[in-house]
């Protein structure tokens, strides 16, 4: 099985993501602040109860990360069969983890892409990958995707450094596949 360590900060949304949607934000008319004001105002148990529904935790997904990231990922994973663990702070989002299924498949992944969530240790977020893989024997290859260099040095091979500035890239996506290829 081939892994890909999927961080969501700094990978699946950029700078260049939040500048573009901050402007295209300021430019929207009164009318939207209005009706925002009266979704604000909503009482407070409409909003808890909404908070918690898959529905409203995907759309805050797709909301803070860049659906044009998304859609060369999901090419790449869905021609080649590879797998998805998330290893952000973003996997404890949905409480059931069959929904993390449901969300990648709704942002196009194939079904059964998502394979879990890496542990939570206090350290580097290299320990997580590395407690993951020993509970998991079939792991043939995997790429670590992160904004964030905190990993150990055996897994620095596998390791694919993205640029927060930019988030994903193809030239990240073409170095994907010739790591997870190599073995």
């Known amino acids: 099985m081939k892994v890909i360590f999927l961080d969501i900060d700094g990978v699946m949304n950029s700078e260049v993501f939040y500048v573009t949607r901050h402007n295209k934000q300021r430019i929207k008319t009164k009318f939207f602040s209005i009706v925002k004001f009266l979704f604000v105002h909503q009482s407070s ?8 529904k ?3 935790l995907f759309k805050r997904l797709k909301e ?19 797998k998805i663990c998330i290893s952000s702070s973003w996997k404890y989002l949905f409480k059931n983890l069959n929904d993390w299924d449901k969300a990648l498949t709704k942002l196009g992944f194939k079904r ?15 320990e997580e990958i590395k407690a993951f893989c020993n509970r998991h024997d079939n792991i043939t290859s995997y790429v670590i995707l992160d904004d964030d260099k905190d990993m150990l040095s055996e897994q620095l091979s596998s390791f694919i450094y993205v640029d927060r ?4 890239t193809p030239s990240n996506i073409a170095n994907i596949k010739c790591l ?3 073995q």
Do not use: A
Not at 68 to 82: A, F, G, M, Q
Not at 112 to 126: A, L, V
Not at 165 to 168: A, I, Q, R
């Open 112 to 126: 059964n892409t998502f394979i879990g969530i890496t542990p939570s240790i206090e350290g580097i977020r290299g």
């Open 45 to 52: 148990q409409q909003i808890k109860k909404s908070h918690y």
């Open 180 to 182: 997870l290829e190599k």
């Open 165 to 168: 500035y930019t988030g994903l």
């Open 64 to 82: 803070e990360t860049d659906p044009s990231i998304w859609k060369i990922l999901v090419s790449l994973v869905n021609e080649n069969d590879y």
């Open 54 to 56: 898959f529905r409203y």
